[in-house]
C-alpha cells in the first residue's frame, strides 16, 4: 500500500512539473496574442488606450488568481501538516489579512514603479499581486476550516487519518459551501481590489492614457492626490470593516446551524 | 483477533488539573468491560486516553497502557487508532453516501480501490446484522438518515478497520429503543474479534452485556470486577447507590 502511495505522490509531482512548465510554455504565447490583440485594437482604433489597458489589467488579474489560490491551498496544506498554526503565525496572517490590499499598494507601488522597474512586465506583477494576497487567503480558508465543529477533526482523527488526510478527505469536504462562498469572495476581493491598484499605480498603464495614477502624484508631492488617495484609503478600511462584521454574523449563524445538527 | 487492554497507575493532568488520578483496569480479550460513572466522573477522558486522542488536546498522561503487552506509547498514533477505534456518543458523518461514510477509514489509510470499498462496506454490515437495513441505502446521502441510523454507521466506520479493541462513549444515548436493543446484540457478538471498552451512564446497560465493570467517580476507580459481582456485593456505597438506582 505505502508503495502505492508513493507512486502516486510521484504522479502528482510530474503532473505539477509538467503543468508549470506548460505554463511557462504557454505564457510567450498568450502574452504574443495579447500583443496582438492589442495592436489590432490600436490600429482599428477600438477604445484606443482603454481597451488596451483593460485587456492587459484582465490578464493581470486572471494571472493573479491563478497564482494565489493553489499558493494559498500549498502554503495552508503545510502549515496545518507540520501544526505551525500557532498563536503567533495566527495573529500575524489575521492581522496582515484585515490590512486592504490599496495599503499595501503603496508597498506595492514602490517596488513596482520605482525599485524593481516592473511596470509593464504582467507575469512578475501578478506574482507580486499573488503574494500580497496570499494572508488574506490563508485567514480565509481558516476561518472556513474552524468554523466547522471539532467533533468531524476528532473523528476523523480516531481512525487512524493524518492531520493532511482528514483535512483533505474530512474538513474539506464537509466544509466545501464555505470553502467555495470563501473562494468566491476572495476572486472578488482580488478583481475590485487589484484592478483599483492596478488602475492607482498605472503599472499596466504604459501610453499613460488614464491620468489615475494617483499614488505617483501624491508621491511627488501634488496635495489634491495625497487627500484623495487617503479618503479612498479610508473609506476601503470602512467598507473592510463592515465586511469583516458581515462575515463574523454569517459565521455564527453557520455555527448555530452545525450545532443544532 | 481480540487483545488484552492493561492499565496501570495512569495519571491525566488536563489544564493543571489532576482529571483521572491512580487508574488501574484491565480489559481481558475478547470481552466487554463497562466503565460506569456520572457525567464528569473520567469515563470519556478514559477512553481518548487510550487512542492518544487526549494528548492531541494538552492532556498529560503518565502510567503503563499496555495492548497484549506493548506500550500505546510505542506506537504510531496511526497504527494504533487502527487497532484502537472509538465510537462517540454524538454520531458524526462526513459528506457522502452511507457507503462512503463506512470506508471512510479505509480512504484514510490510503485504499481508493472503488469495489475493495464497496465489498469493506458490504462486510461489515453483514458482520454487524445490519446488511439487509442499509443494503438499499449505501449510494444515498448520508445526512438523510435518522440519528439512530447514522450511530449504527459510525460504529461501522470503526469496525470497518477491524480493530481489535472498541472503545465507546456511550454509543445508545442518541438512538431509539429498538436500535439500542439491537446495538447491545451486536456488541454481544463482537466479542470474538474484539475486546470492548463502553461508558456507559445507566447501570441496566452494564449490567446486561459487560463481563466486567468499573466504577468511576471524579476520576477516580473506586472498584472493579465482575459485573455480578460489583451488583450484588458492592464494596463502596457510592457503587451501592449507583447501581440501585
Not at chain 1, 97 to 111: D, E, K, N, T, W
Request: net charge positive; glycine share 6%.
Amino acid at each position: 500500500m505505502k508503495r502505492e502511495i508513493r507512486n502516486r505522490r510521484f504522479i502528482c509531482v510530474i503532473l505539477l512539473l509538467c503543468g508549470m512548465a506548460l505554463a511557462f510554455l504557454l505564457y510567450p504565447m498568450i502574452s504574443l496574442a495579447v500583443a496582438a490583440v492589442t495592436t489590432y485594437l490600436r490600429a482599428w482604433g477600438v477604445l484606443p488606450g482603454i481597451g488596451v489597458v483593460a485587456l492587459r489589467t484582465l490578464l493581470l488579474l486572471v494571472l493573479t488568481v491563478a497564482l494565489v489560490l493553489p499558493l494559498s491551498f500549498g502554503i495552508f496544506r503545510l502549515l496545518r501538516r507540520r501544526a505551525r498554526w500557532e498563536p503567533t503565525v495566527r495573529h500575524s496572517i489575521a492581522g496582515v489579512s484585515r490590512v486592504p490590499a490599496v495599503l499595501m499598494g503603496f508597498i506595492g507601488y514602490l517596488i513596482i514603479r520605482n525599485h524593481a522597474n516592473l511596470r509593464g512586465r504582467i507575469f512578475p506583477m501578478a506574482v507580486l499581486l499573488a503574494v500580497m494576497f496570499i494572508p488574506s487567503c490563508l485567514f480565509h480558508m481558516e476561518q472556513a476550516i474552524d468554523s466547522l465543529p471539532e467533533e468531524y477533526r476528532m473523528a476523523g482523527e480516531a481512525l487512524g487519518g493524518s492531520v493532511n488526510k482528514v483535512l483533505l478527505f474530512v474538513l474539506i469536504p464537509v466544509a466545501k459551501p464555505e470553502l467555495l462562498r470563501t473562494g468566491l469572495e476572495l476572486i472578488e476581493d482580488i478583481l475590485c481590489e487589484a484592478t483599483a491598484l492596478l488602475v492607482l499605480m498605472g503599472a499596466i498603464d504604459e501610453g499613460q492614457v488614464l491620468s489615475t495614477e494617483l499614488f505617483r502624484l501624491a508621491y511627488l508631492g501634488r496635495a489634491d492626490a495625497a487627500v484623495l488617495a487617503f479618503l479612498l484609503m479610508a473609506a476601503l478600511i470602512l467598507l473592510r470593516f463592515f465586511t469583516a462584521r458581515r462575515f463574523r454574523r454569517e459565521k455564527e449563524d453557520s455555527l448555530c446551524r452545525y450545532n443544532w445538527w | 483477533m481480540p487483545v488484552q487492554l492493561v492499565v496501570e497507575n495512569m495519571n491525566v493532568l488536563l489544564d493543571g488539573k489532576n482529571v483521572l488520578r491512580d487508574v488501574a483496569v484491565t480489559a481481558e480479550a475478547g470481552k466487554i468491560l463497562a466503565l460506569m460513572g456520572k457525567t464528569g466522573s473520567g469515563k470519556s477522558t478514559f477512553l481518548r486516553v487510550i487512542n492518544r486522542m487526549a494528548e492531541q488536546y494538552g492532556a498529560e498522561v503518565s502510567g503503563n497502557i499496555t495492548l497484549d503487552g506493548s506500550s500505546i506509547f510505542m506506537m504510531k498514533q496511526a497504527e494504533l487508532r487502527k487497532r484502537v477505534g472509538l465510537v462517540f456518543t454524538e454520531p458524526v458523518l462526513f459528506s457522502g453516501t452511507v457507503s462512503q461514510n463506512i470506508t471512510a477509514g479505509l480512504k484514510l489509510q490510503g485504499i481508493r480501490k472503488k469495489n475493495e470499498l464497496e465489498e469493506a462496506a458490504e462486510e461489515t454490515l453483514q458482520r454487524m446484522g445490519y446488511w439487509e437495513d442499509f443494503k438499499d441505502e449505501l449510494r444515498s446521502d448520508a445526512h438523510d438518515l435518522t440519528r439512530s441510523q447514522a450511530q449504527v454507521i459510525c460504529i461501522a466506520r470503526s469496525l470497518c478497520l477491524h480493530p481489535e479493541l472498541l472503545l465507546m462513549d456511550e454509543p445508545t444515548r442518541m438512538t431509539d429503543t429498538m436500535t439500542s436493543i439491537r446495538l447491545e446484540e451486536m456488541l454481544f457478538n463482537l466479542k470474538k474479534d474484539c475486546t470492548v471498552v463502553i461508558a456507559v451512564h445507566s447501570p441496566q446497560l452494564a449490567g446486561r452485556i459487560a463481563d466486567k465493570t468499573a466504577m468511576m467517580e471524579e476520576g477516580q476507580i473506586l472498584e472493579w470486577g465482575k459485573t455480578s459481582d460489583l451488583f450484588f456485593h458492592p464494596k463502596h456505597d457510592h457503587t451501592l447507590s449507583f447501581v440501585s438506582a
